[in-house]
């Protein structure tokens, strides 16, 4: 019987929590980008473009140094999340999933945008002429056509969350506990004398977690898919 | 009901439109590319005229010298697209209640079930829009504009991509509907079959302006709106009503001001008021009354005008019992018959030239 060992358990729980939140907090802002990007015109919109993108281009290691000089307790806006509500970010698992998200944005707003990009405008105009607003348009209409691509999106982030490890590492470190998700402690185990079974069992770990999210949201995009066919 | 008179740029092309329509069902008849959708378009709030105005029944929708631009979703008109644009993600009886459930109890005129039984669409409540046929999707579409109980049904060539069966399926129910329920309707085609069977006004478009307005058998029967009517074989468009069925000869007979006409057997119930058309072509004149002819319609009538058209063919109007109609005969012919107004001719027309598809029960305006 494979039973997880405390140190196991603990690494899979943050690494699930992290890459959670990363995924949940980054939502809104992924889908209300993706909107911009695929629907609005404005001025400097190829750099938000670029922007948006680079974190899937740059080292991760560069990201996180970037994150620990913006967010860190003397950072621009760390600082001040500090000195006026005693948040601190840096070292926190808080931290590890900021890093996460931001690795992951790039996937999120690519796979939303292209399905924003493939909605019938058509749809959309004939709600307006049923009397919806264009808010109420969007969330009872564009929204629900969009949900294969947010799902898509939400799926990609998720696993390269899970993955993430040079954003993380450089900005939260590695503290049992806090921000030691299951890549960081097989890392460490990497760089210890005799602790190549044990960081067998956190491949085989990951490689099954991994496996089940790929699985869950080929599940549900069929589902997802069922449901606009009929 | 519908007051407008709009101009609108779009590229090289200009509409420039002006337009009153009442009540019963008005028909923008025209080519692609005339500029009948973008009218309907400026109509719904989905494009913006450059300037111009825009009213329905009595409510300003558009004014650009007093900076009126109602929100498409506060104008309440029921838009009926070519491609039905049901949402796919919803049942059809979502879909039908999609613009119904975003209605105040007071502002809703317009009764679910009615609305099923007339369209014939409750055996598809339950359904996806996907497992339906070109036509069930347009019968859910018009329902759904109509239960937003709108001022007036906007409908942008409903049946164009359907096939014969299909229309044949939907048309009916388009004609009961703007009775039925006591809305008005712009109706947007470029299929003369549909005007017939539709339509109670006409409006003309050509090249992003309306050419021509009035009543639907006034503006086909005028000689000189050829050019844009006539992409369909020019004639006249009379009113009649179906007198019987003779199973013997299998003749059906129609009756209008003008005396009776005889054609190939159809199903229209007898009694059924119609709208007939034949082709000017298809009328021949003589001076005498032939006696012993094959050709069934023999109808006393008086020439109203003579005047020449294009090829060497002579226009000849006949006023048979008060109705127009319209022949064209060869320059030869007229050479010999020597035609002039005020002379007391014969109208002849074969029964079998008048086809089914030339009759179209067609009631009064609502």
Redesign the interface.
Known sequence: MFTLTSLEQEALYLSLLVSGWAVVGSLPVGIACAWLLARREFPGKALVDGLIHLPLVLPPVVVGYFLLVLLGRRGVVGGALYDWFGITIAFTWKGAAIASAVIAFPLMVRAIRLSLEGV?R??E??????????VATFF??TL??V?PGILTGVILAFARSLSEFGATITFVSNIPGETRTLPIALYALTQVPGGDEAALRLCIISVVVAFAALLAAEILSRRVQA???? | MLELAVTRRQGTFQVQVELNTGTGVTALFGPSGSGKTSVINMV???SRPDCGRIVVDDKVLFDSTIGIDV?????????V?Q?G?L???LSVRSNLN??LN??SASERRVDFDAVIEVLGIGHLLD?????LSGGEKQRVAIG??LL?SPRILLMDEPLAALDSNRKAEVLPFIGALSKRFAIPILYVSHSMDEVLSLADTLVLMDQGRAAAAGPTEEVLSRLELRALTGRWEAGSVIRAVVQGHDTETGMTRLSFAGGTLAMARNHLPPGASVRLRIHASDIAIALDRPGRVSVRNILPARVRSVSAAEGHMVDVVLDCGGTDLWAQISGCAQADLALQPGMEVHAMIKALTIARGDVAEKGDAA
């Open positions: 019938d058509g749809l105009q004939a709600a307006r002429t049923l009397g919806c607003g264009p009872s209409v629900p056509l949900m449901r606009l066919k009929g | 719904a709030g989905l929100a498409p979703e506060h104008r309440r008109l029921g838009y697209f491609d644009r949402f796919p993600h999609f613009g975003r209605l359904r996806r829009p996907a497992l759904r504009a937003a």
